[in-house]
């Protein structure tokens, strides 16, 4: 599914650049067993493959703010588009809110 955090893929979700000598990466929102309602439900960004998804400093893989930043960016996006923070506690097991 494509995303609904981020409708514009050219440029990173958390820096802005465009990708260019960085090229962007699709970034799963909730990884895990919960990787697979990431794709289902559009929870997914754009990110700078190594600056900010994999190896920067404060890359989501490597820093737990960034990736608690992302969560509660899909959190609002999949309550703004599916339901109740109840229901999307129900689905993905914790409110990053």
Same mark, same amino acid.
């Given at each position: 599914?494509?995303?609904?955090?981020?409708? @514009?893929?050219?440029?990173?979700? *958390? #820096? =802005?650049?465009?990708?260019?000598?960085?090229?962007?990466?699709?970034? %799963?929102?909730? /990884?895990?067993?919960?990787?697979?309602?990431?794709?289902? @439900?559009?929870?997914?960004?754009? *990110? #700078? =493959?190594?600056?900010?998804?994999?190896?920067?400093?404060?890359?989501? %893989?490597?820093? /737990?703010?960034?990736?608690?930043?992302?969560?509660?960016?899909?959190?609002?996006?999949?309550?703004?588009?599916?339901?109740?923070?109840?229901?999307?506690?129900?689905?993905?097991?914790?409110?990053?809110?």
């Amino acid at each position: 599914m494509k995303s609904i955090m981020q409708e @514009d893929r050219t440029y990173c979700f *958390l #820096c =802005g650049r465009n990708g260019y000598g960085d090229p962007l990466e699709e970034h %799963h929102a909730f /990884g895990g067993p919960n990787r697979k309602h990431s794709e289902q @439900d559009g929870l997914k960004v754009y *990110l #700078c =493959g190594n600056r900010c998804h994999r190896n920067g400093k404060n890359a989501v %893989h490597q820093c /737990g703010k960034t990736a608690d930043y992302i969560h509660a960016e899909a959190q609002k996006a999949w309550e703004a588009k599916y339901g109740t923070r109840e229901e999307f506690m129900a689905r993905y097991g914790k409110n990053y809110l």
